[in-house]
T-cell receptor
Framework: AQKVTQAQTEISVVEKEDVTLDCVYE???????LFWYKQPPSGELVFLIR??????QNEISGRYSWNFQKSTSSFNFTITASQVVDSAVYFC??????????????FGRGTSLIVHP | DAGVTQSPTHLIKTRGQQVTLRCSPK?????VSWYQQALGQGPQFIFQ???????QRGNFPDRFSGHQFPNYSSELNVNALLLGDSALYLC?????????????FGPGTRLLVL
């Protein structure tokens, strides 16, 4: 069975601080996909990144960066110089490779990030 | 390019009633998945529709059923509503023509069961 753990329920920072959101996953599959989504108060899940299990390269996109470490089954997300607009709930998710070619992600419980001005 | 749309945005029902939620996928997408997100939780997969058939199903009772139409839009039906069905229901679409394409989510329907 797949499982995603986001141990941080809520994080509060002041604008311009760096913040790291932790994600630990469990799976028996050798091929799998990891995701991060952002959910603002409006409710819509916004896709941020997808990583497959064979690609352990870290990725940077603007102020966002992701650290994937298979050895510790972690896929952490760092926001550099946080802004008030980053305030949202962030979900880490895991999906096996399905025969139909479509993801069925298992989500963590989310981390609520509050960025104060 | 219109994204995933859902209707209604909010809904209030009483226990025992039935509800139908609707979803229009992103243009070019043919696969629709439904998720239930209880307050303070992550989304949980209900089922996925492709070619008007249920392709995969999560751990939800038969009270939850769905349908996909020829234009790829979809409905989620919940019968005999329980208080515990109160949640945000999210629809996500993707393209089966693109291998392992990421799902795009709609804004959701907030259902409150009294």
């Amino acid at each position: 069975a797949q499982k995603v753990t986001q141990a941080q329920t809520e994080i509060s920072v002041v604008e311009k601080e760096d913040v790291t959101l932790d994600c630990v996953y469990e799976t028996r599959d050798t091929t799998y996909y990891l995701f991060w989504y952002k959910q603002p108060p409006s409710g819509e899940l916004v896709f941020l990144i997808r990583r497959n299990s064979f690609d352990e390269q870290n990725e940077i996109s603007g102020r966002y960066s992701w650290n994937f470490q298979k050895s510790t089954s972690s896929f952490n997300f760092t926001i550099t110089a946080s802004q008030v607009v980053d305030s949202a709930v962030y979900f880490c998710a895991l999906s096996e490779a399905t025969a139909g070619g479509s993801y069925i992600p298992t989500f963590g419980r989310g981390t609520s990030l509050i960025v104060h001005p | 390019d219109a994204g995933v749309t859902q209707s209604p945005t909010h809904l209030i029902k009483t226990r025992g009633q039935q509800v139908t939620l609707r979803c229009s996928p992103k243009s070019g997408h043919d696969t629709v998945s439904w998720y239930q997100q209880a307050l303070g939780q992550g989304p949980q997969f209900i089922f996925q529709y492709y070619e008007e058939e249920e392709r995969q199903r999560g751990n939800f009772p038969d009270r939850f059923s769905g349908h996909q139409f020829p234009n790829y839009s979809s409905e989620l039906n919940v019968n005999a509503l329980l208080l515990g069905d109160s949640a945000l229901y999210l629809c996500a679409s993707s393209s089966n023509r693109v291998y392992q394409e990421t799902q795009y989510f709609g804004p959701g329907t907030r259902l409150l069961v009294l």
